[in-house]
């Protein structure tokens, strides 16, 4: 069922809408979490929730402006009544690897925010991200997977799988060219095909998930490539691997000699994200 899903969405994906439009309904919210001033986008669509929610993290150097511009999700979520949040990093970073949760504990907040003031589905809460904000999307997996649905990784660099017994669905997007965080991976950071496989593995049972389908291949169109491993509804694993690609969210307008456009990142992780609430 989801692979008739998902391949359909992605198929039917040949829109690129112009990221120069941002949602008019976008409002920029504020919320002190220790001490410390955050913002965030919010885009919340009309009509009545309860409403699914999807964290959007931008990458380093970058913002919830640009975020909401290249994921376009605001206007998925217009589409498909979930609302869309693009929090801001401090210093324009998200800290990962920290010793400190203070960005993990300003999501916790912004979510505990938009339970005060709009009807959510608890079990339909989702984030991802790209670069640095895939990284922080990754973090959240391993800290709060209590809170999370499902996650998107596009273009993130990943230094181990999360030592939870508790792992959430995952869908990756990873170009082989991308030369700041390598496909191969590089100095602690793991291959990204590899990352993937390992979180395919029961952290119970210690088996790896079975590939699902020929070879786990499931999708091939021009430069992209998705590959699916699965051990259940909850512990499944999407790939899509950009040949010839660079550091880039699929499906966007970045510069075509680093973006695919043979699948659209933002309506294969809604796709994937509906087809894994929280058990």
Known sequence: MLRAVLCSLILAAGFCADISKVAAETTVETIVVDGETRTYRLHIPEGGGPHPIVFSFHGLRSDAAHQERLSQFSTLADREGFIAVYPEGLG???????????DVLFTVAVIEQLAGRT????DRIYATGISNGAQMAWRLACDRPDLFAAFGFVAGGYFKVCDTPVRR???LFHGTNDRLLPYDGRGRLMPVREFAQSWAK???LHLTCPPVGEDGIFYTK?????????????TEVVLFTLRGKGHSWPGSQMP????????????????????????
């Open 169 to 171: 669905a995952i869908i």
């Open 119 to 122: 009807s959510i589905t608890r």
């Open 256 to 279: 075509a000699q680093i973006t695919s456009q043979d699948v659209d990142a933002t309506e294969a992780m809604w796709a994937f994200f509906k087809a894994h609430p929280r058990p």
């Open 202 to 204: 029961s952290p119970v």
């Open 92 to 102: 324009a970073k998200w800290r990962f690897m920290s010793r400190s949760d203070a």
């Open 222 to 234: 021009g430069d992209a490539v998705g590959e699916r491993w699965q051990c259940g509804p909850v």
